[in-house]
């Protein structure tokens, strides 16, 4: 008798939970909960020289909807809520044939769809002729699409971006006024809801995440090309007028600066107060006060950062690997690349003197690839290894890298 296939679920969308199913003699049922218009995807494992196909009993009313794709070593198996279940339990079934002979796989998923999850959504407002990203939950398997009650006072974008289950849109406001947003199904007449956004003349204030910061800030990098360590003034203001110009000012320029007049980035550590000043319609306004601390941040920080500057793709080829051709046991020196990147990036002006930190260099396999104590690594035999750079400085912080070696 042939063995079962066990089964596993690697991947489960929308907030599904993974389990494994084990294979036994009788059949194992698993009961599945889904709220309507929902999707779940399940990656499984299969072995190569099998197609898996499935049978579903209980569905004569389109309760679910069923796809399955095979790939060499996995399938996927697409599982799509469209109406409640009430007392009926879709159920499918796996199988393959071996043979001219079903073979059943001993799991059989039995789905419960419950009513569709009520969502609401909040009203918004914004400045006259400025535009505004808003970000709508968005848990269904299919996509919205956005109506205005009122025509002339919104432009509603056709397109958003994605972000798991967030849907951002960019929508702009033509003249003041008052709309209801209303959201379908993409295609549809089925309504989920509305909010409303209220074009108008508002007041330009400081967000209230943003009435205190802090930055990071370590002087071998320049902070304005750091993350956490700087900020554009714009960005910390709602309702900004259109074709006004924001700029800021610093009490304790050791602490921190600003470039062009609206960016605010870290000098040194300590805490002072940044203004804020709107100019409009040839007048100056000021804003409000945030108040700043600038934090001293590790040596390993700014590598990190510059490590961002290439995706942490240190090595050049998308994936940290490097080929080496076995002829005359070609070599590669990777410490050049390393201080050129990570210690002494030009892009970031970032600078570290030799005597604060040291590098050491480690290989997976030197039976493929030797390394020696400076980085230069050398072809032994076809095959992969990894090698390990390891980067000591002295604020006692540690910053790894991996290189993947291919000798061919």
């Known amino acids: 008798m042939k063995k079962t296939l066990s089964i596993f679920l690697s991947m489960l969308v929308m907030m599904s939970t993974v389990t494994i199913f084990s294979a036994s003699a009788k059949v194992i049922v698993k009961d599945k909960t889904m709220n309507a218009y929902t999707k779940k995807i399940y990656t499984l494992k299969k072995p190569t020289d099998r197609t898996y196909k499935f049978k579903i009993k209980n569905n004569d009313k389109n309760y679910i909807g069923v796809k399955l794709k095979n790939y060499k070593k996995t399938f996927k198996l697409t599982i799509t809520a469209k109406k409640p279940t009430n007392k009926?339990?879709?159920a499918v079934t796996l199988y393959y044939v071996n043979s001219k002979k079903k073979v059943v796989n001993k799991m059989r998923l039995n789905y419960t769809v419950n009513p569709m999850k009520k969502l609401t959504f909040k009203d918004r407002k914004m400045n006259e002729k400025t535009s505004r990203k808003i970000t709508l939950n968005n848990p269904y398997a299919y996509e919205y699409e956005l109506k205005a009650s009122k025509a002339g006072i919104i432009k509603i974008p056709t397109k958003c971006s994605k972000n798991g289950t967030k849907r951002t849109y960019n929508f702009k406001a033509l003249k003041q006024g008052v709309t209801d947003i209303n959201i379908y199904f993409k295609g549809t007449k089925k309504k989920l809801g509305s909010f409303k956004i209220t074009s108008g003349d508002f007041k330009t204030v400081i967000l209230p995440k943003y009435k205190?910061?802090?930055?990071?800030y370590n002087a071998h990098g320049s902070s304005v090309y750091m993350t956490e360590s700087h900020i554009n003034v714009k960005d910390i203001l709602g309702f900004k007028h259109a074709g006004a110009v924001y700029s800021?000012?610093?009490?304790?320029?050791?602490?921190?600066?600003?470039?062009?007049?609206?960016?605010?980035?870290a000098t040194g550590k300590g805490s002072t107060s940044v203004k804020i000043f709107e100019e409009r319609n040839g007048k100056t306004t000021k804003i409000g006060t945030v108040q700043l601390t600038c934090k001293k941040a590790s040596m390993r920080y700014v590598v990190i950062q510059n490590a961002l500057l290439y995706n942490n793709n240190i090595f050049g080829n998308g994936d940290n690997t490097v080929f080496?051709?076995?002829?005359?046991?070609?070599?590669?020196?990777?410490?050049?690349?390393?201080?050129?990147?990570?210690?002494?990036?030009?892009?970031?002006?970032?600078?570290?003197k030799s005597s604060e930190y040291t590098v050491s260099f480690k290989s997976s396999n030197t039976k493929i690839a030797k390394v020696s104590s400076k980085g230069k690594v050398t072809a032994v035999?076809?095959?992969?290894?990894?090698i390990t750079c390891t980067m000591n400085f002295t604020d006692k912080t540690r910053y790894k890298t991996v290189c993947t070696i291919v000798v061919e």
């Open 324 to 352: 080496l051709e076995l002829k005359g046991t070609k070599t590669s020196a990777l410490m050049p690349v390393i201080k050129e990147r990570l210690l002494n990036n030009s892009l970031t002006t970032s600078e570290f």
């Open 248 to 265: 800021a000012t610093v009490g304790d320029e050791s602490v921190a600066s600003i470039v062009s007049s609206r960016v605010v980035y």
């Open 381 to 386: 035999k076809k095959g992969t290894a990894k």
């Open 212 to 216: 205190t910061l802090t930055f990071k």
């Open 88 to 90: 009926v339990h879709p």
